[in-house]
Protein backbone atom coordinates (compact mmCIF):
# COMPACT_ATOMS: atom_id res chain seq x y z
CA UNK A 1 0.00 0.00 0.00
CA UNK A 2 1.49 3.27 -0.79
CA UNK A 3 1.66 6.12 1.07
CA UNK A 4 0.22 9.14 0.85
CA UNK A 5 2.78 12.10 0.26
CA UNK A 6 2.04 14.87 3.65
CA UNK A 7 0.87 17.96 2.33
CA UNK A 8 2.73 21.19 3.64
CA UNK A 9 0.77 24.45 4.72
CA UNK A 10 1.42 27.44 3.12
CA UNK A 11 3.17 29.88 5.19
CA UNK A 12 0.85 32.93 7.30
CA UNK A 13 0.51 35.73 5.52
CA UNK A 14 2.80 38.33 6.72
CA UNK A 15 1.01 40.82 9.51
CA UNK A 16 0.16 44.25 7.97
CA UNK A 17 2.46 47.38 8.58
CA UNK A 18 1.72 49.07 11.74
CA UNK A 19 -0.49 51.94 10.81
CA UNK A 20 1.02 55.45 10.97
CA UNK A 21 -1.37 57.64 13.10
CA UNK A 22 -2.09 60.46 11.03
CA UNK A 23 -0.57 63.94 12.33
CA UNK A 24 -2.72 66.73 13.60
CA UNK A 25 -3.84 68.98 11.05
CA UNK A 26 -2.23 72.19 11.45
CA UNK A 27 -4.66 74.96 13.31
CA UNK A 28 -5.81 77.53 10.93
CA UNK A 29 -6.83 80.99 11.70
CA UNK A 30 -10.03 81.01 13.44
CA UNK A 31 -12.00 83.71 12.38
CA UNK A 32 -14.79 84.02 14.99
CA UNK A 33 -12.70 83.67 17.68
CA UNK A 34 -11.89 87.62 18.53
CA UNK A 35 -15.36 88.56 18.33
CA UNK A 36 -15.95 86.08 20.83
CA UNK A 37 -12.89 85.86 23.42
CA UNK A 38 -14.29 88.63 25.17
CA UNK A 39 -17.19 87.15 26.32
CA UNK A 40 -15.76 83.89 27.16
CA UNK A 41 -14.43 86.32 30.53
CA UNK A 42 -16.23 86.10 33.75
CA UNK A 43 -15.41 89.35 34.07
CA UNK A 44 -15.48 90.82 30.60
CA UNK A 45 -18.36 93.70 31.63
CA UNK A 46 -15.80 95.53 34.31
CA UNK A 47 -12.91 95.12 31.97
CA UNK A 48 -14.84 96.37 29.01
CA UNK A 49 -15.92 99.25 31.11
CA UNK A 50 -13.08 100.55 32.35
CA UNK A 51 -11.57 100.05 29.07
CA UNK A 52 -14.32 102.02 27.24
CA UNK A 53 -13.46 105.36 29.68
CA UNK A 54 -9.79 104.92 28.56
CA UNK A 55 -11.02 104.82 24.87
CA UNK A 56 -13.43 108.06 25.70
CA UNK A 57 -10.37 109.36 27.58
CA UNK A 58 -8.06 109.20 24.17
CA UNK A 59 -9.66 112.33 23.11
CA UNK A 60 -6.92 113.79 25.00
CA UNK A 61 -4.26 111.74 23.64
CA UNK A 62 -3.18 110.43 26.60
CA UNK A 63 -5.61 107.58 27.29
CA UNK A 64 -4.56 106.32 24.22
CA UNK A 65 -1.67 105.36 26.12
CA UNK A 66 -3.41 103.12 28.42
CA UNK A 67 -5.72 101.22 25.74
CA UNK A 68 -2.77 100.35 23.65
CA UNK A 69 -0.47 99.40 26.58
CA UNK A 70 -4.06 97.06 27.70
CA UNK A 71 -3.75 95.74 24.00
CA UNK A 72 0.21 95.02 23.84
CA UNK A 73 -0.35 92.50 27.10
CA UNK A 74 -3.73 91.00 25.41
CA UNK A 75 -2.05 90.22 22.14
CA UNK A 76 1.05 88.34 24.15
CA UNK A 77 -1.51 86.55 25.96
CA UNK A 78 -3.35 85.28 22.77
CA UNK A 79 0.03 84.61 21.69
CA UNK A 80 1.26 82.63 25.00
CA UNK A 81 -2.53 80.34 24.62
CA UNK A 82 -3.81 81.79 27.69
CA UNK A 83 -7.94 80.46 27.97
CA UNK A 84 -8.82 83.93 29.35
CA UNK A 85 -6.21 86.34 27.55
CA UNK A 86 -8.17 89.41 29.17
CA UNK A 87 -5.44 90.99 31.63
CA UNK A 88 -7.02 92.77 34.81
CA UNK A 89 -7.35 96.41 34.97
CA UNK A 90 -4.16 96.28 37.49
CA UNK A 91 -0.70 98.29 37.68
CA UNK A 92 -2.24 100.72 35.07
CA UNK A 93 1.45 102.34 35.44
CA UNK A 94 3.12 99.06 33.37
CA UNK A 95 -0.03 99.64 30.52
CA UNK A 96 1.03 104.02 30.11
CA UNK A 97 4.48 102.46 29.70
CA UNK A 98 3.80 100.12 27.39
CA UNK A 99 1.21 102.27 25.41
CA UNK A 100 3.93 104.94 25.19
CA UNK A 101 6.35 102.84 22.96
CA UNK A 102 3.64 101.80 20.64
CA UNK A 103 2.16 105.67 20.11
CA UNK A 104 6.05 106.28 19.64
CA UNK A 105 5.94 103.70 16.96
CA UNK A 106 3.05 105.54 15.47
CA UNK A 107 4.14 108.51 15.42
CA UNK A 108 7.50 107.80 13.85
CA UNK A 109 5.68 106.33 10.88
CA UNK A 110 2.69 108.84 10.54
CA UNK A 111 5.03 111.83 10.86
CA UNK A 112 7.33 111.75 7.72
CA UNK A 113 4.05 111.26 5.82
CA UNK A 114 2.53 114.37 7.11
CA UNK A 115 5.81 116.05 6.39
CA UNK A 116 5.22 115.10 3.09
CA UNK A 117 2.06 115.91 2.34
CA UNK A 118 2.89 119.84 3.95
CA UNK A 119 5.69 120.06 2.13
CA UNK A 120 3.97 120.02 -1.39
CA UNK A 121 0.04 120.31 -0.58
CA UNK A 122 0.83 124.00 1.19
CA UNK A 123 2.91 125.84 -1.56
CA UNK A 124 -0.17 123.77 -4.19
CA UNK A 125 -3.00 125.30 -2.23
CA UNK A 126 -0.66 128.64 -2.29
CA UNK A 127 -0.92 128.59 -6.13
CA UNK A 128 -4.09 127.70 -6.36
CA UNK A 129 -5.55 130.76 -4.64
CA UNK A 130 -3.21 133.27 -6.78
CA UNK A 131 -4.91 135.12 -9.48
CA UNK A 132 -2.70 133.43 -11.81
CA UNK A 133 -3.59 130.88 -14.67
CA UNK A 134 0.09 129.14 -14.98
CA UNK A 135 0.22 129.18 -11.07
CA UNK A 136 -3.09 127.39 -10.82
CA UNK A 137 -1.88 124.91 -13.27
CA UNK A 138 1.27 124.29 -11.58
CA UNK A 139 -0.81 123.99 -8.30
CA UNK A 140 -3.34 121.68 -9.45
CA UNK A 141 -0.26 119.46 -10.97
CA UNK A 142 1.67 119.24 -7.48
CA UNK A 143 -1.60 118.21 -5.97
CA UNK A 144 -2.26 115.34 -8.74
CA UNK A 145 1.43 114.30 -8.57
CA UNK A 146 0.83 114.29 -4.64
CA UNK A 147 -2.30 112.37 -4.46
CA UNK A 148 -1.03 109.32 -6.28
CA UNK A 149 2.44 108.82 -4.24
CA UNK A 150 0.57 109.07 -0.89
CA UNK A 151 -2.23 106.30 -2.18
CA UNK A 152 0.64 103.81 -2.38
CA UNK A 153 2.42 105.00 0.62
CA UNK A 154 -1.03 105.05 2.55
CA UNK A 155 -1.29 101.18 1.33
CA UNK A 156 2.48 100.10 2.24
CA UNK A 157 1.63 102.03 5.91
CA UNK A 158 -1.63 99.64 6.33
CA UNK A 159 0.26 97.01 5.52
CA UNK A 160 3.33 97.08 7.90
CA UNK A 161 2.50 98.99 10.32
CA UNK A 162 0.15 96.45 12.81
CA UNK A 163 2.70 94.25 12.42
CA UNK A 164 5.29 96.76 13.48
CA UNK A 165 2.98 97.68 16.54
CA UNK A 166 2.68 94.03 16.79
CA UNK A 167 6.97 93.00 16.72
CA UNK A 168 7.20 95.66 19.38
CA UNK A 169 4.26 94.57 21.70
CA UNK A 170 5.33 90.89 21.68
CA UNK A 171 9.23 91.30 22.27
CA UNK A 172 8.83 94.48 24.59
CA UNK A 173 11.23 96.20 22.21
CA UNK A 174 10.77 99.71 20.28
CA UNK A 175 13.51 98.80 18.11
CA UNK A 176 11.54 95.81 17.16
CA UNK A 177 9.40 98.03 15.27
CA UNK A 178 11.83 98.46 12.66
CA UNK A 179 13.45 95.58 11.56
CA UNK A 180 12.07 95.50 8.27
CA UNK A 181 13.65 92.60 7.03
CA UNK A 182 11.95 90.58 9.68
CA UNK A 183 8.68 92.37 9.59
CA UNK A 184 8.65 91.41 5.75
CA UNK A 185 9.17 88.07 6.34
CA UNK A 186 6.49 87.42 8.60
CA UNK A 187 4.19 88.86 6.14
CA UNK A 188 4.91 87.25 3.22
CA UNK A 189 5.82 83.87 4.90
CA UNK A 190 2.12 84.30 6.74
CA UNK A 191 0.36 86.50 3.53
CA UNK A 192 -3.08 84.60 4.45
CA UNK A 193 -3.53 84.86 8.08
CA UNK A 194 -1.99 88.53 7.99
CA UNK A 195 -4.96 89.46 5.39
CA UNK A 196 -7.20 87.75 7.44
CA UNK A 197 -6.04 89.63 10.50
CA UNK A 198 -6.41 92.27 8.06
CA UNK A 199 -10.51 91.98 7.40
CA UNK A 200 -10.96 91.63 10.59
CA UNK A 201 -9.10 94.80 11.90
CA UNK A 202 -11.72 96.64 8.99
CA UNK A 203 -14.86 94.38 10.65
CA UNK A 204 -13.52 95.97 13.29
CA UNK A 205 -13.36 99.67 12.69
CA UNK A 206 -16.63 99.34 11.27
CA UNK A 207 -18.17 97.59 14.61
CA UNK A 208 -16.43 100.91 16.02
CA UNK A 209 -18.86 103.33 13.69
CA UNK A 210 -21.68 101.92 15.41
CA UNK A 211 -20.38 103.63 19.08
CA UNK A 212 -19.71 106.73 17.21
CA UNK A 213 -23.59 106.55 15.78
CA UNK A 214 -25.14 106.08 19.42
CA UNK A 215 -22.39 107.95 21.15
CA UNK A 216 -21.37 108.18 24.75
CA UNK A 217 -22.38 104.29 26.24
CA UNK A 218 -22.28 102.81 22.51
CA UNK A 219 -18.82 104.43 22.24
CA UNK A 220 -17.47 103.12 25.21
CA UNK A 221 -18.50 99.59 24.29
CA UNK A 222 -17.93 99.67 20.88
CA UNK A 223 -14.94 101.44 20.59
CA UNK A 224 -12.78 99.36 23.23
CA UNK A 225 -14.24 96.20 21.81
CA UNK A 226 -13.39 97.02 18.69
CA UNK A 227 -9.67 97.49 19.84
CA UNK A 228 -9.75 93.51 21.42
CA UNK A 229 -10.91 92.55 18.29
CA UNK A 230 -8.03 93.64 16.27
CA UNK A 231 -5.56 92.95 18.91
CA UNK A 232 -6.79 89.10 18.82
CA UNK A 233 -7.02 89.00 15.14
CA UNK A 234 -3.07 90.30 14.77
CA UNK A 235 -2.09 87.99 17.77
CA UNK A 236 -3.45 85.16 16.23
CA UNK A 237 -1.75 85.77 13.25
CA UNK A 238 1.43 85.99 14.86
CA UNK A 239 1.18 82.68 16.62
CA UNK A 240 0.58 80.62 13.32
CA UNK A 241 2.96 82.35 11.99
CA UNK A 242 6.10 80.41 10.23
CA UNK A 243 8.79 82.14 10.63
CA UNK A 244 8.81 85.44 12.58
Not at 84 to 101: M, S, T
Not at 142 to 167: K, R, T, Y
Amino acid sequence: MSEVPATTMPPPPPPPPPSVPAAPAAPGFDFVKPFAYVFEDPNWVQKVLLGGLFYLAGFLIIGWFFVLGYAARTARNVIRGDERPLPEWENVGDFFGEGARLVGVGLVYVIPMIVLVAWFIVPAIFMDIIDNRAAEILGSGIAGCISCLIVPLSLAMMLFLPASLLFAAVEQRFSAAFEFARIWAFIKENIGNYLLAIVVYLIARFVAGFGIVLFCIGLIFTGFWSVLIMTHGFAQAYKLAPKR
